[in-house]
């Protein structure tokens, strides 16, 4: 009973699909109404007897990614092979370039179902359509037989033509692979391919690749396709060694096998490969985003710590290689290797593989970071700077290179580096910034770490920045990436800070004055020689810069009287620096002690009281209006003994007045820096989607799909909702969608931490 009444529900599906069908489309070449009928093996069938007869058969039809159904052909024809040269007219289209069945017959594999890529003219047609129709029939697994008749007309357009459009709908092009793929699975197994044929095939691969091989699929596939055309007559075609190489080569695993029988070290190229194979693995986001520079960056740390290449002992696991097909009318295909171990079944080397991928993916997150970001270019200076050393050793970047060429100029020029910071942003492309705050010194002083070279004031070890429309002192070599500034440096620049100050008071420096301050530096055994460059780029600076007194004021104004003094001292002392005080120089002091929060009236006694007890001539008092000059070198001396020789009160001193030239700012949010997650930022469905898929780094596309139809959400449109989200939040996106979807954990863990 049952039987019974499941075969009337399935014959009235049959009988309302069939008048639906019976209505033919305005302008078809053929008005005849023609019935069809489904024969992949993937549809649910019901048949009676084991014949052909249409009425026995009929179909469940569910709508799939396969395109429309099957069509019914009365082309009795058996399907051939078209070779180039050989001319065949379909529907009004004269093809001539052959790499295809043409025919009637010609089931798939299976038996089920006609091959895919079968040309068959006898079914309908629109002859003139453009070459980039498409529709719904095309599907995800094409066929011609299931395709629509402008579809149809689509591809026989594209056949005629040179096959070169790559604008040309994927599906078009898959169809034609299919026949070469089963062209050299079946037929060149069965020995109906000549050496000649196989070569011409596998060039016509390559240069389709050179035309649609920016799709991740087809490349995918044709390059495994040709890989195992090259392992099947290695005497015919000659498979070139690429340094990338798909998921689940077979070149890379035979290739593997190949060495290790050898007891050959595994190259960088080939343990590349590896790690990208590997079960036990999977690469990050940074390794996946910026997968060229990954890839030097492997390189370059497997070659440091393996030479020439790990050796890898034989295994017994023997070595098969399995070809899955692009094509549903083809099966799987294996070619054993007795011969040759499988390597890369085994688990300890990948493990060393995987420290060192790690590594790589730690040291480009920054840069894959800024590539996150909407309107980001790899082309961009904030990215270059972004990048490792040892890519931009090996990478020569242009922007790079040419701002090195500048800064040799500056350096060796009359300015001996002083030059104005506008002129800098302009060297490496970029307008110079309305205000000059903490991220934009970040990218001045990554920069000269890039380049090699030194700026002051550099904000870090100089406590000062220079303003927006200022100067910058550049000098070679830099502070390194490990330099930490000694408690000398810091008294040293605090000293040199207020004998500016004194020396440049009247906006003339005098050359006394100038070698009193450089001595100071020179002289000092306690200071290393990067601590001596950046301290001379540093007074370089002061002497050319407006005085700046932010911070002074207020932190003598707190000290003691026996510090004041200490102060008072050393701006004396390089006031006499050149043998006299004028009085012009006398007025001078006056200002700075009142700009000090000092006692104007102490600059002559403490004027006196230094000449008096350092034994200085009385043409060098400060009423002289004619003192001969002194030579500076006995005062420097004496600066130079006090700098070395003074108490632990004046050193504490130095380091109690230290501080920033500018007040403290505001804390503005970086662009990149990260924001609290606010969840509440998604609706229900797009956050429970989100929820899912961050709880592991790698999801099947099918596996997504099927979440968000649970959801009842589009696929497409739901990474985009979240990606917008995560843009919102963290300026990063966390969905990487690929042939597989992708999530950024670390990202996903920002999002969630908020």
Known sequence: MEL???????????ALFSRANKKTPPNKQSQEPRNEEVLNKRDVQVRSEPDDDELATFTISVSTSYGGQETKSNNKTKGCWITPGELISVAGHEICGGFFYFGGRLPDLDGYG?????????????????????????????????????????????????????????????????????RILVDSKEGGVTDAEFKSIYQELQRLRSIYGSNRSFAGYSLRLMELMALMRPGVVAFEEQDEQHHDSLLFRYQLATRVSKGEPIPAHLALTWIKNSQEYTLRTPARRCAEQFATLFKLQYADQFGDGMIVKSNKTRLTLHYYPASAS????????????????????????????????????AYSRYLGKKGASADDIEAMLLLPD?????????????FKSWVDEQLAGPSKGLVRLADLWRQIGLEPPERFNKKEMELITTLEAKAGFGVAPD??????????????????????????????????????RLGAMVAAVDSHVDSAE?????????????????????????????????????????????????EKDVVRHILVRVAFADGKVTPDE?????????????DKTQVTADVHKFTSSKGAPASATPTSKTTTQKPGFALNDELLALHASETESVQSLLGTIFVDDTPEEQHVIAEGEPIAADTGGLDQAHNSLFEQLITKERWDRKD???????????????????NDWAYEQVDAPVIDDDEDIYIDLEIANELKAG
């Open 390 to 402: 040892a890519l931009l050793s090996v990478q020569t970047h242009p922007v790079l290179k040419r």
């Open 114 to 182: 006609v091959e895919a890529s079968l040309v068959d003219s006898s079914l309908p047609i629109y002859r003139d359509t453009d070459m980039l129709y498409q529709d719904e029939t095309l599907g995800y697994w094409p066929s011609f037989n299931r395709l629509s008749e402008s579809s149809r007309g689509a591809y026989l357009t594209w056949l005629a033509s040179e096959r070169e459009n790559p604008n040309v709908p994927l599906g078009y092009v898959f169809i034609y692979f299919y026949g070469l793929e089963r």
């Open 586 to 598: 006398i007025k001078q002091l006056e200002k700075l002690y009142t700009a000090l929060g000092f």
């Open 330 to 365: 083809l099966r799987g295909f294996s070619l054993e290797q007795p011969g040759l171990p499988d390597p890369s079944v085994l688990k300890a080397p990948v493990k060393k593989m995987i420290a060192i991928a790690d590594t790589s993916t730690e040291l480009l997150s």
């Open 514 to 562: 100038l070698n009193t301050l450089q001595i100071l530096i020179d002289h000092d055994t306690h200071l290393s020689p990067i601590e001596k460059r950046s301290l001379h780029a540093y007074l370089h600076w002061r002497l050319n810069t407006p005085a700046n007194m932010t911070g002074l004021k207020e932190r003598v104004g707190a000290l003691g009287d026996a």
């Open 704 to 722: 997504v799909l099927a979440a968000c139809e649970s959801l009842k959400l589009m696929l497409d449109g739901s990474i985009e909702t979240i």
């Open 459 to 496: 904000p870090r070890y100089h406590h000062a920045k220079p303003a927006v429309d200022g100067d910058i002192v550049l000098f070679p070599e830099g502070h390194g990436p490990n330099f930490e500034p000694s408690q000398a440096f810091n008294e040293t620049s605090m000293t040199l």
């Open 4 to 14: 019974i009444i499941i075969i009337f529900v399935v014959w009235g599906c049959y």
